[in-house]
């Protein structure tokens, strides 16, 4: 079926560009004054988000290639090399602090975030080991979770909650759809419930987050502040919003409006029309992706396609989910639209594994 | 293609959650986009306001012929935005010696890291002939907002009722206070279009926000009888040393308050340097005391009313006391009245003969009596921290309390109380409600947006019951303890007051209130006057020698305010030694100087003028005046 496939791959890239232009028009709109006031530039954001672009169209094209990704050993390889970055970057003067995390290695004028690259690396390598196990016995094993935790203890102690949080999703989604048991899921979701409540019990502050979480408005300039500065900027707008360039909450009232909050200035500006083709584009893709697996001649492939494209998606969830206030404030980028340069190559590298992937071989 | 059917089945399975997780978020979406939209609008809008107040006008409070008792004053009030301006320094270089500040001081204000400042005190409701003079400075950043301050044309008039603003216009007290919501208006404001920190945004209007004045409060309270009540107890105040004073006019057919006083006094430009007690309290609604003999006038109503008395036929003695369950209650005159009409018991204010009008009408009777003339509960007269006094229940009413009740003692009532009992007693038996609010007036366009009407709680007594207490009344002032109030022509009636202070349920020895209670005329009453005068220190301390001559003054100046025309038929005034005695004054006029040389009138003839006949003389005919006093005759020739 490969005029399927060569369709499904249409859609794909083409929900991928579309999300990737209203990026950079958005950067653009959204981090202009916020440029300004601090950088003394109208537009410094666009810039350098078009140059990671040519960056993560070049990356694109390599990655959807590069025969070289189709073999286990590269990928052993690049989660070790992962892992040594994601432990380098703790090492003081090579990683370097922002927002409180210690998440970065500066190259020159570069700066790289290894956990993006972890999480590919991660998810690929663990597919191969999921996909070369015998079918027979217990699909459970301790060393696919030695492969997960490793990486993911690295990256608690930066720490980087948002980008854990994101790839214990995304494998225990990889496992999901590799067969573990439905009992190992139902055990997860008790066992979260009851720690979660649990955790609740022992300290009644945890509550009180909740509560704040619930009820924005009860501390509007701390806690709750993103959370309110968000809905100001999504809730006005109504249908149609305020129409291009004319957010209001970009004026230095939402902070860093070209980052994780960018969804919000969408949806100020372009109303709830705008924010729903937005949510719209993304389901398109998860649909195409998941095609994409579902077609795939290897298991190592569908399990790959599947769980990146999980990935993507559900990142996108979080983000849109904490800006419209369904979900608690997490640090985390929407997919191929946020401003940063790491976020859009490695998730340009993710469609280009996919694509590399979803090749008849 | 590699698929087995349980990794189809889970990948449907993911697909379809992803499908509800989009779901989930589009409905989040509509929630907020839509179902909160106006709260959300409401709060982002807060949110970006950067306004200078430009204060709508508080609302006028004025008198009801439209005199102005308490405006406005423009005073303008500087603002500054510190981040459209990067020169705090030079800011305060250039303001300092304008605004006679210290230019530290003024710099530190100005570097404050907030979005608006204030500057004030110094900048705040200066002359605006200054704040012309900063505007040609044309200093960025520094914006002149229209404040207005209350300005009172009439100084001290009515502070007491009328209360004070504070330093936002915020209604603080009396009137001001009650009526806040209603004179604030809503205030007009320049609306800045900034970023998060107040800077400009270059491309967007600055908008404005329109206001609205506050509505214009009319009330009852006429200016002339005001003053004509302020200048009489300022002067008892101090003739008499007293601690208090409280003065009530009210027009007793509509309840609607013409003057209201409370002494002492205050200015409400300088609230800060008197007690709060002065302010705070209005004392004609909050005060409480025994009335003392004022009180009688119900006791009195009750008996005609229930017919258990005829004034004139009926006998009383008078042995100066009278003994109830084995107590002695003494008359004021120590001595007694002896025998006397009831008539005569209402003009000497004789207790033991009130006594027996309260048994008369029994106690059931008076106490529901009481109640109907209103004690016992506020008047609603919408005036702030009115008091309801303090009656005996019911239980612990037994003969003593009702024979001391008959006479006002042992009873609590404020002022407004007695003048609203005694309106009804006078007016044909309508317990009027008393207010002070006539219209309320919307500033802008002079529309009445609403008007108080007078308000009947009750009809208490018959027409001719009132009458018979008028009459009686009129005696009381012609022939009786109320003689102080007596002015001629004007048929005032009315009842003195006089009673003991009492502290935490004590009498507090050798201070009382004095106190009378007018109207006039007898015939059709235009107004009622209450006057209390708080522990007077110097004089006999009874209402008919300080109150009832505050009274009658007060009736006989302001009498043509109220619509009180001279009256021919009156009861003369019983002479009595030490009474001023007085005496008609003929009509000269047309007579020749000869003719009147011989007659030899009691009087100082002053001629004015050259000429054998008179053409007109001052006092008119038929005024009365004192025996020995002045004529002056004008003189024309033939």
């Keep these: ?361 | 293609m590699w698929v087995t059917k349980q990794v189809s089945v889970r990948l449907k399975f993911v697909m379809m959650i992803f499908i509800c997780l989009g779901c989930l978020l589009i409905g989040k979406l509509i929630t907020v986009q839509f179902f909160q939209h106006d709260f959300l609008t409401k709060k982002a809008e807060e949110n970006w306001d950067r306004e200078v107040p430009m204060k709508s006008l508080r609302g006028n409070i004025v008198d009801r012929s439209g005199k102005l008792l308490v405006g406005n004053r423009l005073a303008p009030t500087l603002y500054f935005m510190p981040a459209q301006n990067r020169e705090p320094e030079k800011v305060a270089a250039q303001l300092a010696p304008m605004l006679q500040m210290d230019e530290k001081k003024l710099e530190e204000q100005l570097k404050k890291k907030v979005t608006i400042i204030k500057i004030a005190p110094e900048g705040k409701n200066i002359s605006y002939e200054l704040a012309e003079k900063i505007q040609k400075l044309q200093i960025a950043g520094l914006y002149t907002g229209l404040d207005y301050v209350r300005d009172y044309p009439y100084g001290v008039l009515l502070s007491r009722l009328l209360g004070f603003t504070g330093s936002d216009m915020q209604g603080l007290a009396g009137l001001e206070y009650q009526y806040n919501d209603l004179l604030l208006g809503k205030q007009s404001a320049i609306r800045l279009f900034t970023d998060a920190k107040g800077a400009n945004l270059p491309h967007v209007e600055d908008g404005w926000r329109e206001g609205q004045d506050g509505a214009t409060l009319e009330l009852t309270i006429d200016v002339d009888v005001q003053k004509v009540i302020e200048r009489e107890l300022a002067q008892a105040m101090e003739k008499y040393e007293a601690d208090q004073a409280i003065g009530i006019a009210m027009n007793p057919k509509t309840g609607e308050i013409l003057g209201l006083a409370s002494f002492p006094t205050y200015n409400p430009t300088e609230y800060q340097k008197v007690d709060s007690k002065i302010y705070n309290r209005n004392l004609p609604v909050w005060m409480t005391y025994e009335p003392g003999s004022t009180f009688k006038i119900i006791t009195l109503s009750a008996a005609l009313e229930e017919n258990v008395v005829d004034l004139e036929k009926d006998q009383f003695f008078d042995p100066g006391y009278a003994n109830v369950e084995g107590a002695t209650l003494r008359c004021w005159k120590r001595e007694g009245h002896g025998q006397e009409t009831f008539l005569e018991v209402v003009e000497n204010s004789c207790n033991p003969g009130f006594i027996e009008l309260g048994r008369r009408v029994g106690p059931t009777k008076l106490q529901q009596y009481i109640r109907d003339f209103g004690f016992g509960q506020v008047t609603g007269s919408n005036m702030a921290g009115e008091s309801t006094g303090i009656l005996f229940s019911p239980k612990n009413y037994g003969p003593v309390e009702h024979a001391t009740t008959s006479f006002g003692q042992g009873i609590s009532v404020t002022p407004i109380q007695q003048v609203q009992a005694v309106s009804a007693a006078v007016n044909g038996g309508k317990l009027m409600t008393p207010y002070i609010v006539k219209k309320v007036i919307n500033s802008e366009n002079g529309k009445t947006l609403k008007t108080y009407e007078p308000t009947l709680k009750r009809q208490v007594i018959r027409p001719e019951t009132s009458a018979k207490v008028r009459n009686a009344l009129e005696s009381v002032v012609a022939n009786g303890s109320g003689r102080g109030a007596y002015q001629d022509h004007l048929r005032i009636g009315g009842k003195t007051g006089t009673a003991q202070k009492a502290e935490n349920g004590r009498y507090k020895s050798g201070e009382y209130i004095v106190s009378f209670i007018g109207f006039a005329p007898a015939d059709d009453p235009k107004v009622v006057v209450y006057v209390a005068v708080d522990n007077p220190k110097h004089g006999s301390q009874f209402g008919g020698v300080i109150a009832a001559p505050i009274v009658g003054q007060i009736i006989e100046d302001i009498h043509t305010t109220v619509g009180i025309t001279d009256r021919k038929e009156q009861m003369e005034k019983e002479y009595r030694w030490g009474d001023v005695e007085k005496v008609r004054v003929p009509n000269l006029v047309g007579k020749t100087k000869e003719e009147i040389t011989e007659l030899l009138y009691p009087f100082r003839i002053e001629w004015h003028g050259e000429g054998e006949k008179i053409a007109s003389q001052l006092p008119k005919a038929d005024a009365q005046i004192v025996k020995d006093g002045t004529i002056h005759v004008y003189l024309e020739k033939q």
């Design chain 1, 1 to 361: 079926m490969p005029c399927l496939i060569q369709r499904d791959r249409l859609l794909l890239m083409i929900a991928t560009l579309f999300l990737t232009v209203i990026g950079i028009v958005f950067v653009y709109s959204a981090g202009s004054y916020w440029g300004k006031i601090h950088y003394g530039q109208t537009a410094p954001f666009l810039v350098k988000q078009l140059i990671y672009l040519g960056v993560a169209l070049l990356s694109f094209s390599f990655c959807g290639r590069y025969k070289g990704l189709q073999s286990e050993k590269t990928w052993t390889l690049l989660y070790w090399l992962s892992i040594l970055l994601l432990a380098a970057v703790l090492v003081p003067g090579i990683g370097v602090v922002r927002n409180g995390s210690q998440s970065w290695i500066a190259l020159g004028p570069l700066s790289l975030q290894p956990s993006e690259l972890t999480k590919i690396a991660t998810i690929v390598k663990l597919s191969f080991i999921l996909s070369n196990q015998k079918s027979t016995g217990s699909k459970i094993h301790w060393r696919h979770f030695g492969y997960l935790f490793l990486p993911i203890i690295l990256i608690m102690l930066q720490p980087d909650f948002g980008s854990a949080f994101i790839l214990i999703v995304s494998v225990f989604l990889l496992f999901f759809i590799s067969g573990y048991p439905i009992r190992f899921y139902v055990f997860l979701i008790i066992a979260g419930v009851v720690g979660l409540v649990g955790l609740i019990l022992s300290a009644p502050y945890r509550l009180k987050r909740i509560q704040a979480f619930l009820d924005p408005w009860s501390d509007p300039l701390g806690s709750g502040f993103q959370a309110i500065q968000s809905l100001l900027a999504i809730g006005p707008a109504g249908l149609y919003g305020f129409g291009f360039g004319n957010s209001r909450q970009k004026y230095l009232y939402l902070p860093e409006p070209q980052n994780d909050f960018i969804f919000s200035i969408i949806a100020e500006e372009m109303g709830f029309i705008g924010a729903a083709i937005i949510i719209f584009a993304f389901g398109v893709l998860i649909y195409a992706g998941f095609k994409l697996a579902y077609k795939s001649s290897h298991k190592v492939s569908l399990y790959s396609i599947a769980t990146l494209i999980g990935m993507i998606g559900f990142q996108a969830f979080l983000n849109i989910g904490v800006v419209s206030g369904l979900l608690p404030v997490t640090g985390v980028t929407l997919p191929f639209i946020s401003y940063g340069g790491t976020s859009l190559v490695v998730t340009w590298i993710a469609i280009g594994i996919v694509w590399n992937f979803s090749k008849e071989r």
